[in-house]
């Protein structure tokens, strides 16, 4: 046997890594204890888990979720490769959104009690065509580092992710925010990650980043800003940034590949392509149309 792990991305946060198995027999890997929270996406490959007397075969439909401290035996199937994505979480993040949907709500079902290192319910899930689809996003995510909101796009879709799986295991969860409801609170905490955002745009931002400059925590944060904007974060800095090179646009003789750095892009390619969809035309089109005639003399 013989495995390699790869890094694909590491924040404050969250860290994804690629884990790869080859294999020419069957191998037991022993009783281990997990030391992070995990979320293991079986890609290919097939399993055997063994934790608390429970016995639950894994494969490629099948999400694996880690609890930290908590014992488990696993067996690879004989004469098989195996290919995972690993997502490990903060507990800080986990905690908030432990929290958030398991007051007061009934777990479809709990292995582990009252077990205080128990985030995850149960060790294993289905996949769903909806969290299989933002897996396959965010490792698209991943292939894009040189995009400066990179960080901030990957660590949003982690969110939804994740949620998205906390949704699965509980039932019974607490009414969403009323819209008309918005508080003063409220309030002040998107206009604070409204000017945040708006005086960073221009350089690669975290999620954590413009959580704090509102005092709160991450996923508190992103739940409250997409609720009351319909926008998530990553989706209000792109808007802003494209918004923003319009301008530039009108009302300069900036080049189009100046006004693309200018506005926060670092890719020419996707600054057109974003700018083209938004405004369903592309920025040289843009300015044409919006030229005074004065100007076009």
């Known amino acids: 046997m013989s495995d390699n792990t790869k890094n694909l991305f590491t924040s404050d946060l969250f860290r994804i890594e690629d884990f790869e198995c080859k294999k020419n027999s069957s191998t037991h890997f022993g009783n281990q204890i997990c030391n992070e929270y995990e979320i293991n996406f079986i890609r290919s490959g097939c399993f055997s888990l063994q934790i608390r007397k429970r016995h639950f075969d894994i494969y490629s439909e099948r999400i694996l979720l880690g609890n930290a401290g908590i014992e488990y035996a696993i067996e690879q199937a004989e004469s098989t490769a195996s290919q995972t994505t690993v997502l490990k979480i903060e507990k800080e993040f986990l905690d908030d959104i432990k929290s958030y949907y398991r007051k007061g709500t009934n777990c479809t079902a709990d292995l582990f009690g009252k077990d205080e290192n128990a985030v995850f319910p149960?060790?294993?899930?289905?996949?769903?065509?909806?969290?299989?689809?933002?897996?396959?996003?965010?490792?698209?995510?991943?292939?894009?580092?040189?995009?400066?909101?990179?960080?901030?796009?990957?660590?949003?879709?982690?969110?939804?992710?994740?949620?998205?799986?906390?949704?699965?295991?509980y039932s019974n969860l607490p009414p969403e925010p009323d819209k008309t409801g918005l508080n003063k609170r409220h309030i002040e905490t998107i206009e604070l990650s409204k000017i945040f955002i708006?005086?960073?745009?221009?350089?690669?931002?975290?999620?954590?980043?413009?959580?704090?400059?509102?005092?709160?925590?991450?996923?508190?944060?992103?739940?409250?800003?997409?609720?009351?904007?319909?926008?998530?974060?990553?989706?209000?800095?792109?808007?802003?940034?494209?918004?923003?090179?319009?301008l530039l646009l009108r009302n300069t003789n900036l080049s189009v590949t100046?006004?693309?750095?200018?506005?926060?892009?670092?890719?020419?390619?996707?600054?057109?392509?974003?700018?083209?969809?938004?405004?369903?035309?592309?920025?040289?089109?843009?300015?044409?149309?919006?030229?005074?005639?004065?100007?076009?003399?």
């Open 198 to 246: 708006e005086k960073n745009f221009s350089r690669e931002i975290s999620l954590s980043e413009i959580a704090a400059s509102s005092f709160l925590s991450p996923f508190y944060f992103n739940r409250i800003f997409k609720k009351y904007t319909n926008l998530s974060p990553y989706s209000y800095l792109i808007q802003f940034r494209l918004k923003y090179a319009s």
């Open 122 to 169: 149960f060790p294993v899930i289905k996949t769903s065509p909806l969290l299989a689809c933002t897996h396959h996003l965010i490792l698209s995510s991943l292939n894009n580092k040189t995009r400066k909101e990179f960080r901030l796009q990957t660590e949003v879709l982690l969110c939804n992710l994740i949620e998205d799986i906390f949704k699965s295991l």
């Open 258 to 297: 100046e006004i693309c750095y200018r506005s926060g892009f670092n890719n020419f390619s996707h600054f057109v392509s974003t700018f083209t969809k938004f405004f369903n035309t592309s920025p040289r089109f843009f300015r044409k149309s919006h030229t005074p005639l004065q100007n076009k003399k």
